[in-house]
């Protein structure tokens, strides 16, 4: 997934941007009249836009940020503004998105107005490259309507004049996503040379355009367009390991659909390993963001047995600390060691109590409870920014050993469609669209369950199933950013329920209490910032707000 990255180190520089939407600056480093007129200059243009997504918020930031406000996460301080639904419209966290996503829209633009028509581009390469533009155009709309509803569409390179444009309505902002996902689609290869490997291919805006569809509840589009990704002349597939998918090393594999692509090299690289990481990785990790109990806590064994929780020591129930943490440990260890199989995926997507970590010095490190008991066991504790507090950390995309060495430049690709995000949204559009599950839900399903050591699915209703594929999300994308989203498209977010909704406490492993988040109905959409209504009095705000 490199190969375009070391390009674009090559040729771009880093962005710089301004305060509002309409930030019109150059995305790499050429200007005037020889950016559009030739096929190479054209490319290091374009290769300028793909840049433009690696920044915090645009799209690599979308699963560390959305998974502390999901269900799956939290962020180590426990007080950010969404988690606690104390922000407010002049909110740092709701202009910062708003801005990155407007300024890839905005480079996008401008490549599809200087790449239509243009003679000075070979024609094949030039309907490829305005393919990839409209995507990435396409898919930063997606997420602005996913995020703040209605916004202003922009289909050409910004002018003084729009600076004062009231909003589009969210169905005309989902209406110009469809299409430019379907347009993408007809332009698009299926796949790239290995020179080029990491560009958007077909099998991205097919897939897109399936979510939006998803997303829209329009199940039956959404069934038909995943569908076409499971069958010729696609070539997806499940990767047989799961931890395979979050090593840098495997990058290279049947089930990433679309990834971003990074490199170990400073401007490049991903801080993954600063913000999932844990004190003991070889740069010591910042736990920015840390695991919720829901992930462990709704587990099955291969059976589909629940863990049984109430077995899990309690700390009332002793007067030593150290003897509740000793028998603590035990318990976990038994529970994921058990002959039943617990599901392989929560081993690989968070460091569990009792379960060792290869960090820093070619050292392991184990999870105890407490920490200060252990620190010189061998193996040693293994520390998060706040050893006081029995925090899930995350295994998923921090690097191990001295591969750790990269903290804020590290290797590790970011996917933001897998093939098991084809399968189980296919299975859920199918499921809402028929009266009962048929063999192709329920195939679906239990292909993504079967990698994950458990049993398969059989004589569910459709409810049932519906509940079944929530679960699975919950199993499957725990700390890719999804699930923030799934908890908003169900309408469960405001509610208290245990797993799919955020107003309810989040625990320690311990059992114990950490925090109560918040989510009111008004979160559903994030209001527009108001440093931008301050520039432009014609936006006016969501509802609640």
Not at 213 to 239: C, I
Not at 514 to 540: A, C, G, H, M, Q
């Amino acid at each position: 997934m490199k190969s375009i990255f070391y390009i674009i180190s090559a040729f771009a520089l880093l962005l710089t941007g301004c305060t509002d939407f309409l930030d019109r600056s150059p995305y790499n480093d050429l200007s005037g009249s020889t950016v559009w007129t030739s096929d190479a200059n054209a490319n290091m243009q374009l290769n300028g836009v793909y840049k433009l997504t690696k920044n915090g918020w645009a799209m690599q930031g979308y699963c560390y940020h959305f998974t502390c406000f999901g269900p799956d996460g939290y962020d180590y301080f426990r007080n950010s503004n969404i988690e606690m639904a104390t922000a407010t419209t002049r909110d740092g966290i709701f202009l910062s998105a708003y801005v990155e996503y407007y300024k890839v829209i905005n480079a996008a633009n401008d490549a599809i107005a200087n790449l239509t028509d243009n003679p000075n581009i070979t024609p094949e390469l030039r309907e490829r490259m305005i393919g990839e533009a409209r995507f990435l155009r396409g898919f930063s709309y997606f997420m602005l309507w996913q995020l703040y509803g209605g916004v202003i569409i922009l289909d050409k390179p910004t002018q003084p004049t729009d600076t004062y444009l009231p909003r589009n309505t969210a169905d005309q902002v989902r209406d110009f996503v469809i299409e430019d996902f379907k347009d993408a689609i007809e332009r698009l290869p299926l796949e790239y040379g290995d020179s080029e490997n990491g560009r958007i291919t077909k099998g991205a805006a097919v897939a897109m355009l399936g979510r939006t569809y998803l997303y829209d509840q329009r199940w039956g589009d959404a069934a038909v367009e995943l569908h076409k990704l499971m069958e010729e002349p696609y070539k997806y597939d499940l990767v047989e390991d799961y931890a395979k998918l979050f090593d840098w090393k495997y990058e290279r594999n049947t089930e990433y659909i679309y990834a971003l692509s990074f490199i170990a090299q400073i401007g490049y690289g991903t801080a993954y390993d600063s913000w999932y990481g844990n004190r003991s990785s070889f740069i010591n990790g910042e736990s920015y963001c840390l695991g919720s109990h829901i992930p462990f806590e709704t587990s099955t064994y291969a059976d589909g047995s629940p863990i049984d929780l109430s077995t899990r020591p309690k700390r009332s129930d002793y007067q030593d600390e150290v003897t509740f943490g000793n028998d603590l440990i035990q318990w976990y260890d038994d529970v994921i060691n058990s002959p039943k199989g617990l599901d392989k995926r929560i081993s690989v997507n968070m460091i569990l109590p009792s379960a060792t970590y290869y960090g820093k010095d070619s050292k392991y490190f184990k999870v105890y409870w407490p920490y200060e008991a252990h620190v010189n066991d061998d193996p040693q504790a293994l520390g998060v920014t706040f050893n006081d507090f029995a925090t899930y950390s995350w295994r998923k995309f921090v690097c191990v050993g001295d591969e750790g060495y990269w903290g804020y430049q590290g290797p590790t690709d970011i996917p933001l469609i897998r093939f098991a995000d084809v399968l189980l949204m296919y299975a859920e559009a199918k499921n809402e669209e028929l009266a009962a599950p048929d063999d192709d839900i329920y195939d679906a399903v239990n292909r993504v369950r079967k990698r994950a050591g458990l049993n398969e699915l059989s004589g569910l209703d459709k409810m049932a199933m519906r509940k079944a594929i929530r679960m699975e999300r919950f199993h499957e994308f725990p700390g890719e950013g999804h699930l923030f989203f799934d908890v908003r498209r169900w309408r469960t977010a405001h509610t208290n329920d245990p797993v799919f909704g955020l107003n309810h406490d989040v625990y320690q492993f311990t059992g114990e209490k950490l925090f109560t988040r918040s989510f009111p109905e008004k979160f559903y959409l994030w209001p527009i910032p108001e440093v931008e209504r301050d520039l432009n009095p014609k936006l006016d705000q969501n509802e609640g707000w």
